[in-house]
């Protein structure tokens, strides 16, 4: 165990039991506020700790790195100095933040520059992503998904359980927690006609998914194996897929979706480290066939990380709709990241990979609309006593993620975005 996990750690900044953040947990961000530039933070609790501040008190002196990084307005310099110093960075500010250390509890002048009220700052996106890769790693959302638009005795594809399935997606458009995405618009072709028409989504859906933000990786024409795997993984975020069904369904053959993806993906502010994680590994499903060699991977590569969605109509409050867990994956991390490198293509600091989207085995725990309301032949009841078959202009999606073990929550915050209406093309 790293002493930052000791579950029996307390700090002397006080956290509530049901913190996302307390002090085993401290996730990277990047923040501003009105009078400072976008920096490195860590949460715990309701604050956020600005490590530009932080280092200039030389508690980082010993590490022997450039603590310029944290004055960096992306995570992405910090990420490529590795997982031995960014494990290093974490533990000292876990020691700084123990009940017993007076290094900064008896420093009040510093911390009043140091520290800084969640709610008070803006978070912004926290790491400058040069590529995207969206795996389809749930064998119950693929089995759904065949089910609805092929055979349902045959819903899987015959390479689904040989290699991790994935397409590689839009960088550009991926935004953080609490901005707002427009309703995309697309072509689309109703069953019953013979010719698409053009016009906004009618079929705007969620997808829950995790994501992972890579470290440096290797050069190109050498790949990392799942034994290595977790040495190039500096965290987790939540992620929101956003995707237009019906301009998918029409546009997916034979290259797969485009416009139904690209136009907006949402993730959330906080990176929560693999080491924070460790606690949450758990056995994931068995799986047969048996897997070729270069797939193969030894220990617990899943993660107990209860994932849930909310609706929140304009004026109206919030629904759950959904709660699954990442455990049900049936490709880990480990996996996704040795089939991506395995023909030599080489990763970089803050490449972002996605899960695909994550169902469980029962209707209610279903990862996107297109499950939930089954094509929308189930519509869902919302507390407002209104119905959704997909989402609508105004709504609000949430997602929020969070694991426990020990008595502590290890949680991400939340992934919230509002949908507006589709902006009318010149």
Not at 325 to 348: D, P, R, V
């Amino acid at each position: 165990m790293l002493p930052s996990n000791n579950p029996k750690l307390k700090s002397w900044i006080e956290v509530s039991p049901e913190s996302n953040f307390p002090i085993q947990n401290l996730p990277f961000g990047i923040f501003k506020t009105k009078e400072i530039l976008p920096r490195v933070g860590v949460a715990i609790g309701d604050f956020i700790i600005d490590l530009a501040e932080l280092k200039k008190l030389g508690v980082f002196n010993a590490l022997n790195f450039d603590t310029q990084v944290f004055a960096k307005p992306y995570l992405n310099d910090f990420i490529s100095l590795g997982k031995k110093t960014t494990r290093a960075v974490r533990e000292r500010i876990s020691k700084l933040l123990q009940e017993r250390n007076h290094e900064l509890r008896d420093n009040l002048k510093a911390r009043e520059k140091v520290f800084h009220k969640i709610k008070e700052v803006e978070m912004l996106l926290p790491v400058r992503i040069g590529d995207y890769t969206d795996f389809y790693s749930s064998m119950e959302h693929a089995t759904n998904v065949g089910s609805m638009f092929r055979d349902p005795k045959n819903a899987l594809l015959p390479n689904w359980k040989h290699l991790p399935v994935a397409y590689h997606g839009r960088a550009s458009s991926i935004l953080v927690s609490g901005e707002d995405i427009y309703r995309p618009n697309g072509q689309t072709k109703a069953d019953e006609v013979e010719f698409p028409s053009f016009g906004p989504t009618k079929q705007l859906d969620f997808e829950l998914e995790l994501a992972f933000i890579t470290h440096q990786g290797k050069p190109l024409g050498q790949n990392i194996s799942t034994k290595e795997a977790e040495d190039y993984i500096f965290g987790l975020v939540l992620f929101n897929d956003w995707s237009a069904r019906d301009i998918q369904k029409w546009e997916y053959v034979p290259l797969g979706p485009f416009l139904s993806k690209n136009f907006a993906s949402s993730i959330s502010p906080w990176v929560v480290t693999m080491d924070a994680l460790e606690p949450l590994k758990i056995a994931g499903p068995d799986q047969f066939p048996e897997v070729l060699p270069y797939l193969k991977f030894e220990g617990n590569n899943n993660f107990d990380i209860t994932l849930e969605v909310y609706i929140k109509p304009e004026n109206s409050n919030e629904t759950l709709v959904s709660k699954t867990n990442s455990k049900f994956l049936y490709w880990n991390m480990a996996q996704q990241l040795a089939h991506h490198t395995i023909n030599g293509c080489n990763i970089n600091s803050g490449d972002l990979m996605a899960s695909g989207t994550i169902s469980g085995p029962t209707p209610d725990s279903y990862g996107s609309m297109l499950e939930l309301a089954w094509k929308g032949t189930k519509p869902l009841k919302l507390i407002s006593g209104e119905e959704r078959k997909f989402i609508h202009d105004h709504d609000t999606v949430i997602f929020r993620g969070y694991g426990e073990i020990n008595g502590i929550r290890i949680g991400f915050g939340e992934l919230k975005s509002k949908v507006l209406p589709s902006i009318t093309p010149k």
